[in-house]
């Protein structure tokens, strides 16, 4: 039983829940708890032996996966409920964080034993070959493709997460950072990318993976329930880099920066009751949560001149007047924003949400380092998106093989001097749609109805000239 078979059959538990009232979301925080103490079993992670000689016990004996299995019934979930309160309370590193404040919301403890039963009967074995990280993803993305469960919120489609890292290209030794982590997937999608360059790292200097394992990604997450699904996919990715919880927004992320990629997708909207950032440091203040994100992704960037990022951002970023006019001025002369990728709608959990994603590079110095912007329209005359006819790869083809030379028709640039006159209004590059009529195609029609009155006045002196002929000629009319 490989990877998708085992995603199926743990989402499939889920109806064993329903009579308790679990919402979708719920369960897959329900099953990171069971999940964790499994995984941590398979792994044999439990406690760990260091190279001194040392063991560092990261489960105690009496909370451990087999401490539920041979219970059942009440005994179960009394045994269930003081692990959680445990590990909580006394768990160590980001075990703490991932049973922090944790509570069961399963109240039958059939239900909870039926759950635990299935999953240790499950296929561990081949789940392990595959990645135990390609399992708990596939989970994640289960609970974002459900609409109850509210989570496409914090879930960017797989396809344009690695997109998006295949345009920034990773380097080893690179500092990545997500401010706006959501589950992590940026990040776990950037340490594939470098992990399938260099055989999971095996190619590197001890010294070089030990960085790339605890120094090269991290992230902040604001939600809680979130940080702990954040958590739990970096650890069984093997990243154990800083993973914040906290909001990015915050006095929090000032301390956020030096970064060489930033890949991320912010949260839409604006603060709650129009209320402004609590940073100092972002020169332009709002309550348009996106332009502060984009102040602060730019702003966190090295100024080696090699630093980058990609963030995905909705159309209001591009024009909206005021401070967001300042800003994307600032931008402009601090960076050098290469590239604009015009999303298709309907591929994020808000269907009307029209997206893009900026690719910059932050200079070496604040002043002219944009001189031109390439945009590619992938929105125009593209199908409608959604569970049905779900974004797939081939879609970016054209986008990736010509992000270089820009050889398609469907990239448009604006220098510099055209973006200025326009008073920095970046919402540009859109083709013309194919389905809508253009009104300036259409006959004006005064003068078509002139050009009718001709034509018609020509069509009778010709009728005239031929009865006129065929009398001559002796024909009776």
């Known amino acids: 039983m490989g990877t998708v078979e085992i995603v199926q059959k743990l989402w499939n538990l889920c109806n064993v829940l329903r009579d308790d009232g679990i919402t979708y979301h719920q369960y897959v925080t329900e099953l990171t708890y069971i999940l964790f103490l499994k995984m941590m079993k398979e ?29 059942s019934g009440i005994e179960l979930m009394k045994k269930y409920k003081s692990i959680l309160s445990y590990l909580g309370e006394h768990g160590e590193g980001k075990i703490k964080y991932i049973y922090n404040k944790a509570n069961t919301n399963i109240e039958e403890p059939r239900n909870l034993e039926k759950i635990i039963r299935e999953i240790d009967k499950l296929d561990w074995y081949n789940a392990k070959e595959e990645g135990l990280g390609n399992l708990y993803e596939g989970l994640l993305q289960k609970n974002a493709e459900e609409k109850k469960s509210g989570a496409g919120q914090y879930f960017t489609p797989r396809v ?138 730019y702003r966190s960037l090295n100024t080696n001149g090699k630093a980058r990022a990609a963030v995905v951002l909705p159309d209001n970023v591009l024009f909206q007047d005021g401070d967001g006019m300042e800003i994307r001025k600032n931008l402009l002369n601090k960076c050098n924003l290469h590239t604009i990728l015009r999303l298709p709608t309907g591929i994020f959990y808000a269907q009307g949400v029209k997206t893009n994603v900026l690719f910059l590079t932050r200079g070496v110095n604040d002043k002219d380092n944009t001189k031109e912007v390439w945009y590619y329209d992938l929105r125009t005359n593209m199908p409608n998106f959604g569970k049905t006819n779900p974004l797939k790869r081939e879609h970016f083809k054209d986008f990736e093989e010509t992000f270089i030379n820009h050889k398609s028709d469907k990239w448009t640039k604006y220098t510099i001097d055209e973006i200025k006159n326009k008073n920095y209004n970046l919402d540009l590059g859109l083709q013309k749609d194919e389905n809508q009529i253009d009104h300036e195609d259409l006959p004006n029609p005064i003068e078509s109805a002139e050009e009718a009155i001709v034509k018609l006045e020509q069509a009778a002196d010709l009728l005239q000239s031929v009865i006129k002929e065929l009398r001559l000629s002796g024909v009776e009319l």
């Open 43 to 71: 792994t044999g992670q439990e406690e760990i032996e260091r190279k001194n000689g040392d063991i560092e016990v990261k489960i105690p004996e009496g909370y451990r996966w087999e401490n539920i299995t041979k219970e």
């Open 160 to 297: 344009l997460i690695d997109v998006m890292v295949e345009i920034t290209k990773p380097e080893i030794g690179d500092k990545c950072n997500d401010p706006a982590a959501g589950t992590f997937g940026f990040m776990i999608a950037a340490d594939k990318f470098l992990k399938e360059k260099t055989s999971d790292y095996l190619e590197l200097d001890e010294k070089k993976q030990e960085f790339q394992i605890k120094e090269a990604f991290s992230g902040c997450e604001l939600v809680s329930d979130t940080h702990r699904l954040a958590l739990m996919n970096a650890m069984l990715h093997d990243i154990d880099g800083n993973l914040l919880f906290g909001d990015t927004l915050s006095s929090l992320g000032k301390s956020m920066k030096g970064y060489d990629v930033v890949l991320t997708n912010p949260p839409f909207g604006t603060k709650k009751g129009g209320e402004r950032p609590r940073r100092d440091d972002l020169p332009f203040i709002t309550s348009n949560k996106q332009l502060n994100f984009l102040q602060h992704i």
